[in-house]
C-alpha cells in the first residue's frame, strides 16, 4: 500500500458524469522498449498499476496499440475487477508496424476492430473513453476527422463507448469533433516550452472540457532545459516535479498522465506534483516558452 496521502494534487475534474483525479497515470512506458513487445519486468509493470489505485489514482490512460496489445492486458491482470471509481481512457486511430512505427488506422473498419480490441482486452463492455488519435508522430495534420469520428459516435450509440475525445489534434479539429458529437477531452502535446494550445486550453476550461497534456519534458531547447533546470535547482525539485506542477497550476481542466514503469518514480511524481510554486516561480517559468 500506499506511504502518501490523499487526496492526490490537483483534486478532480469530470469527464461527462465521470469523476477522475486530475492526477493520473500514462500506461504507455509498461510496454517493451520502443512501446513494443512486453515488458522486461512483468511484475514489476503490474506493481506499478496496483500501487497507482493504491495511491488513489482513479484515471488510467492507455491504447490497445501499445505492445500492440501489452499494455491493455497487464491492466486486466493487475486490476480487473476494476473499481467502479477507476475509469480507464484509451485512444484509436493507429496501430503499429514491424518496424515500430504508427501508421494510421481511421478507416470505419479499423476504428471499430480497435474498439472490440480495446474491449476485449481490457475486459470491458463499455470503453470509459475514447480518443481519436490524429496527426502523426510529428503532430497535429490538418485535416477533416468527419468519416472517422461519426464512426465513433456511431459506435457510442451502440454503447460501446460512453464519452469521446481527440488526441494530437488542431484546433479546427476539435471544433469539427464537436460539431459531431459531444467531447469531454482533448489530449496534444503541451508543456512550459510548447504553449500553442495557449488558447485552446483556455477555450476548453470555460466548456467543462478536459485538456490532457502528454511530454510535460518533450521538446525542450537546451537553452529552455537549462532554465527549467535552474528553477528546480533554486526550489529543491526535479524539473519533472517543477513541470508538473505548472501545469496543474495552468488551468483547473488540465488533466496529467504522466508514465513511468517504476513504483518508486510514480511515488515520485505524485509528490512532486505537490510542489509550491510562489507567484515568481510562476513568471520566471512562464518566460521558458516566451
Same mark, same amino acid.
Given at each position: 500500500?500506499?506511504?502518501?496521502?490523499?487526496?492526490?494534487?490537483?483534486?478532480?475534474?469530470?469527464?461527462?458524469?465521470?469523476?477522475?483525479?486530475?492526477?493520473?497515470?500514462?500506461?504507455?512506458?509498461?510496454?517493451?522498449?520502443?512501446?513494443?513487445?512486453?515488458?522486461?519486468?512483468?511484475?514489476?509493470?503490474?506493481?506499478?498499476?496496483?500501487?497507482?489505485?493504491?495511491?488513489?489514482?482513479?484515471?488510467?490512460?492507455?491504447?490497445?496499440?501499445?505492445?500492440?496489445?501489452?499494455?491493455?492486458?497487464?491492466?486486466?491482470?493487475?486490476?480487473?475487477?476494476?473499481?467502479?471509481?477507476?475509469?480507464?481512457?484509451?485512444?484509436?486511430?493507429?496501430?503499429?508496424?514491424?518496424?515500430?512505427?504508427?501508421?494510421?488506422?481511421?478507416?470505419?473498419?479499423?476504428?471499430?476492430?480497435?474498439?472490440?480490441?480495446?474491449?476485449?482486452? +481490457?475486459?470491458?463492455? @463499455?470503453?470509459? %473513453?475514447?480518443? &481519436? *488519435?490524429?496527426?502523426? !508522430?510529428?503532430?497535429?495534420? /490538418?485535416? =477533416?476527422?468527419?468519416?472517422?469520428?461519426?464512426?465513433?459516435?456511431?459506435?457510442?450509440?451502440?454503447?460501446?463507448?460512453?464519452?469521446?475525445?481527440?488526441?494530437?489534434?488542431?484546433?479546427?479539429?476539435?471544433?469539427?469533433?464537436?460539431?459531431?458529437?459531444?467531447?469531454?477531452?482533448?489530449?496534444?502535446?503541451?508543456?512550459?516550452?510548447?504553449?500553442?494550445?495557449?488558447?485552446?486550453?483556455?477555450?476548453?476550461?470555460?466548456?467543462?472540457?478536459?485538456?490532457?497534456?502528454?511530454?510535460?519534458?518533450?521538446?525542450?531547447?537546451?537553452?529552455?532545459?537549462?532554465?527549467?533546470?535552474?528553477?528546480?535547482?533554486?526550489?529543491?525539485?526535479?524539473?519533472?516535479?517543477?513541470?508538473?506542477?505548472?501545469?496543474?497550476?495552468?488551468?483547473?481542466?488540465?488533466? +496529467?498522465?504522466?508514465? @513511468?514503469?517504476? %513504483?518508486?518514480? &510514480? *511515488?515520485?511524481?505524485? !509528490?512532486?506534483?505537490?510542489? /509550491?510554486? =510562489?507567484?515568481?516561480?510562476?513568471?520566471?517559468?512562464?518566460?521558458?516558452?516566451?
Amino acid at each position: 500500500m500506499s506511504t502518501l496521502l490523499v487526496p492526490l494534487p490537483g483534486g478532480t475534474w469530470t469527464l461527462g458524469d465521470l469523476t477522475v483525479t486530475r492526477f493520473g497515470y500514462g500506461a504507455m512506458q509498461l510496454a517493451g522498449p520502443w512501446v513494443m513487445g512486453p515488458p522486461a519486468d512483468r511484475d514489476g509493470a503490474l506493481a506499478v498499476l496496483r500501487e497507482a489505485v493504491d495511491l488513489g489514482i482513479t484515471h488510467i490512460d492507455t491504447a490497445d496499440a501499445y505492445g500492440p496489445h501489452i499494455t491493455n492486458q497487464l491492466i486486466r491482470e493487475a486490476l480487473h475487477p476494476y473499481r467502479d471509481s477507476l475509469h480507464i481512457v484509451t485512444k484509436v486511430g493507429a496501430t503499429r508496424d514491424q518496424e515500430g512505427g504508427w501508421p494510421p488506422a481511421r478507416r470505419p473498419e479499423d476504428l471499430t476492430r480497435a474498439v472490440r480490441e480495446n474491449l476485449e482486452n +481490457l475486459g470491458l463492455e @463499455t470503453l470509459d %473513453v475514447v480518443n &481519436l *488519435r490524429l496527426g502523426d !508522430a510529428q503532430g497535429p495534420v /490538418p485535416g =477533416s476527422l468527419a468519416e472517422a469520428f461519426e464512426t465513433l459516435a456511431e459506435l457510442q450509440q451502440r454503447g460501446l463507448i460512453r464519452h469521446l475525445g481527440v488526441s494530437n489534434a488542431t484546433a479546427e479539429q476539435v471544433a469539427e469533433a464537436r460539431s459531431i458529437a459531444p467531447i469531454v477531452c482533448v489530449q496534444n502535446m503541451y508543456n512550459l516550452a510548447h504553449r500553442q494550445d495557449d488558447g485552446l486550453i483556455d477555450e476548453l476550461a470555460e466548456q467543462g472540457i478536459a485538456y490532457v497534456p502528454f511530454f510535460p519534458l518533450g521538446g525542450f531547447t537546451p537553452l529552455q532545459s537549462s532554465a527549467l533546470t535552474a528553477v528546480a535547482a533554486r526550489l529543491d525539485a526535479t524539473p519533472m516535479s517543477v513541470a508538473l506542477s505548472w501545469l496543474l497550476r495552468r488551468s483547473p481542466n488540465i488533466l +496529467l498522465i504522466p508514465g @513511468t514503469s517504476s %513504483v518508486a518514480h &510514480l *511515488r515520485e511524481n505524485v !509528490a512532486g506534483a505537490e510542489l /509550491p510554486l =510562489s507567484d515568481e516561480d510562476l513568471t520566471e517559468l512562464d518566460k521558458i516558452g516566451g
